[in-house]
């Protein structure tokens, strides 16, 4: 019986190991199973994901793309206006590196024999970050060195009838880096394509695509283009090893996205937890599968927490660059203003900022303002844009600084459902007579330089807009005469904190404008900007900024004579310094130097390409009498011809070495001359005491 028992109990045991060995078994091939279908899901909805991101981007492109082929064929016989509507179209468009506009050889005589114009953002190169201002940079890359005609994108823009994308290359001329490129013709009046537009998709992008299509360790993926070329390349596959590939085709371009698992991965954990747990199996994949349901929620967590940071950072970085689109960056602003020159910034303290400048010019008047909105962030961002759209449409109908700012208080007080105000400045120039017009509310006063002289403007503070509706504005006036400078600002500039907490304020303000005049005679609105931003920087010492900063300088002058880089303008020149207020004993002495100094811009600032010189003049009173004061500004090549040697005059003219007798002739009709180099500008200035 005992045998029979013991029997009993070894086949109740054996029976029980081979059952419990069953359902281990079934669980894990079930487990097997569940594991592969769920990876089915998953992969295929990443594939989807990823497909209808590339596909809307690459659209996106391709719109761009038309879009400004239909701007360049508008602009055809501008040039300037094809760069500018480059630059318009790259900032538009978040992943792209670079585009260009690429002419067919000779379409433009003067710009040479390869034209090709190139918007770039700069973060593609370290030589561009010297370029402050902006965040796109434009030039013209054509050469025969860099011969486009030759590229596969430009021959097969030239083909097809609408857009066409590149296999992978390495752009060494406009993105400086690996993209694939979307091409398309431009057509002149009578249907024949004039030039090719090129937009550059990084694949830096499809990579960081790529990588959120690895769904589980040691899987790969990749993107090939309709050809076959890798985009994304991937490790190469081991022969005699499982693999499972999932794939799917964008349709606007052709590519392929892959997602290749190994067997192995697949079911790697599933083996290991296998081999260790043994006949403990059932009990280990109820374990693992509370893991699996644990970790699968925290990464998804993880997951969506980083998509929405990332997303909110990517908007924020969209809202900045639509923000500072909004503001004028283009200066000198007005080519048939030449009596008033300004330049102004906003630096906002985080992503998004309140502070706003804005100008523009209608029926000879010049209307400008500068703003400071209570609050940081997107809240004061979304105001300023607001104010900014009340500024111009106000504006585009009223000349009256009060009548102005009562409109814009009635239409912010009745949207101000957040209760936010704002401070403004606005003034109106009459940039015939110099009468100004202004009105404040609530703003710091602006600065004045008149007479040699700087002193606070006069004004009556009002309210800040959005406060009261029905408050009514006070307007008041002032004459600006030849020379007077207004320097306006928010109090990012006085209130602006060092690491003591120490702040800038008005009299340090204050110094910095009298002591750049006193320095610097040839002070004018980009340099007062530059400085005092540059003092201001300074003063922080490297603490983080606690509120906007923004600056406008508007110099009202005698009108600035502005040439091209052909010396068959130099006789202007001549008729400029007639129309001046000069003794007839300096006109031609200064005429001689004058010329010495244009020509030589004319000549050697711009090699092979166009360009700007800008000749100004001003009068200012000193305590040994009066200074005659000259700038000649161009936007070539950096070159300081004050640091040519002085020319020894008693060497015979073999003895003497090429070089440097225009600016010994300079130098000995004008009683000081001075360069500097600012924001990728010449700037050298010419003093006669009289």
């Known amino acids: 019986m005992a045998k029979k028992k013991n029997r009993s109990g070894i086949w109740i045991m054996v029976v029980a190991a081979l059952a419990l060995e069953a359902i281990s078994c079934i669980q894990y091939f079930s487990s097997r199973s569940a594991i592969r279908e769920t990876v089915d899901k998953r992969a295929e909805a990443e594939l989807r994901n990823a497909e209808q991101e590339i596909e809307i981007h690459t659209i996106e492109v391709e719109t761009a793309a038309k879009t400004l082929a239909l701007l360049v064929q508008e602009h055809l016989n501008q040039p300037d206006r094809i760069a500018e509507d480059t630059r318009l179209v790259v900032r538009s468009l978040g992943n792209t590196t670079s585009l260009a506009v690429a002419f067919k050889p000779g379409c433009f005589p003067k710009k040479g024999r390869y034209f090709e114009l190139c918007s770039s953002r700069l973060t593609a190169s370290k030589e561009w970050s010297q370029v402050k201002n902006d965040s796109i940079y434009t030039r013209q890359i054509g050469s025969a060195e860099h011969d486009y005609t030759q590229m596969e994108w430009y021959q097969n823009g030239l083909r097809r009838d609408s857009c066409w994308w590149s296999e992978p290359y390495q752009d060494d001329a406009g993105s400086k880096a690996w993209v694939v490129s979307c091409s398309c013709p431009v057509y002149d009046s009578c249907d024949s394509v004039v030039a090719v537009v ?13 990588e959120h299509l690895q ?13 076959g070329e890798n985009i994304v390349p991937i ?3 081991i022969a005699g090893k499982k693999y499972n590939i999932y794939n799917a085709e964008i349709r606007a371009t052709g590519w392929h996205i892959e997602i290749i698992i190994p067997e192995e991965a697949l079911f790697a954990e599933l083996n290991h937890i296998g081999k260790i747990v043994g006949l403990l199996m059932l009990l280990g994949l109820i374990i693992l599968a509370l893991m699996l349901i644990h970790s699968s929620k925290t990464t998804q967590k993880l997951i969506r927490s980083t998509e929405q940071n990332q997303r909110m950072e990517g908007e924020l970085h969209i809202a900045r660059a639509i923000q500072m689109a909004m503001l004028p960056k283009v200066f000198p602003p007005f080519q048939d203003l030449t009596n008033v020159s300004m330049h102004g910034i906003v630096q906002p303290a985080k992503e998004v900022g309140g502070d706003l400048y804005d100008f523009y ?3 000879n008047k010049l209307f400008f303002c500068i703003g400071d909105v209570s609050g940081k962030g997107v809240p004061a961002a979304l105001v300023m844009a607001m104010t900014r ?5 106000v504006t585009s109908h009223e000349e009256d600084p009060a009548a102005i700012m009562n409109e814009m208080n009635r239409s912010l007080s009745e949207q101000n459902t957040s209760n936010m105000f704002l401070t403004l400045f606005i003034g109106v120039l009459d940039t015939k007579t110099g009468e100004l017009a202004y009105c404040n509310a609530g703003h710091n006063a602006p600065i004045v330089k008149a007479n040699g002289e700087w002193r606070m403007v006069d004004v009556v503070p009002n309210l800040p807009l959005g406060i009261e509706g029905s408050f009514v504005f006070q307007a008041q006036q002032m004459q600006l005469a030849m020379n007077d400078v207004l320097f306006l600002y928010t109090d990012g500039l006085t209130e602006a904190e060092n690491g003591k907490h120490e702040q800038f304020g008005e009299q340090r303000m204050m110094e910095q404008l009298k002591g750049d005049g006193l320095q610097v005679t040839g002070y004018g609105p980009l340099e007062m900007v530059t400085r005092m931003q540059a003092s201001v920087e300074a003063f922080r010492e490297g603490a983080e900024p606690s509120d906007d900063l923004t600056m406008l300088a508007v110099h009202y002058h005698t009108p600035a004579l502005i040439m091209r880089n052909d010396i068959q303008q130099i006789p202007t020149l001549s008729e400029w310094i007639e129309s001046l207020d000069i003794p ?14 244009v020509s030589n811009v004319m000549l050697y600032a711009y090699p092979g390409k166009s360009g700007q010189v800008i000749v100004e003049s001003r009068k200012l009173k000193v ?3 009066e200074q005659l004061i000259f700038t000649v500004t161009d936007s070539g090549i950096a070159f300081d011809p004050t640091q040519k040697e002085e020319v ?3 060497l015979s003219a073999e003895e003497r070495p090429i070089g440097g007798l225009g600016i010994h002739l300079v130098r000995q009709i004008m009683d000081e001359v001075h360069y500097e180099r600012i924001d990728d500008k010449n700037i050298l200035t010419l003093i006669k005491n009289i």
């Not at 769904?215 to 050809?227: A, D, L, Q, W």
């Not at 759209?389 to 449409?393: A, K, M």
């Open 235 to 237: 490790p190469d596959t």
């Open 215 to 227: 769904i589980i360790p040691g899987s790969y993926s990749s993107i090939r283009s309709n050809k």
């Open 648 to 650: 020894d005059t008693t």
């Open 623 to 625: 305590e040994s009498g």
């Open 198 to 210: 090129c937009i550059d998709l990084s694949l830096d992008y499809l990579q960081s695509i790529s």
């Open 389 to 393: 759209s009340l500024f111009r449409t």
């Open 361 to 363: 010019l209608r029926h």
């Open 584 to 597: 007839a004993e300096l006109s031609m002495p200064i005429n001689l130097a004058l010329e010495e100094i």
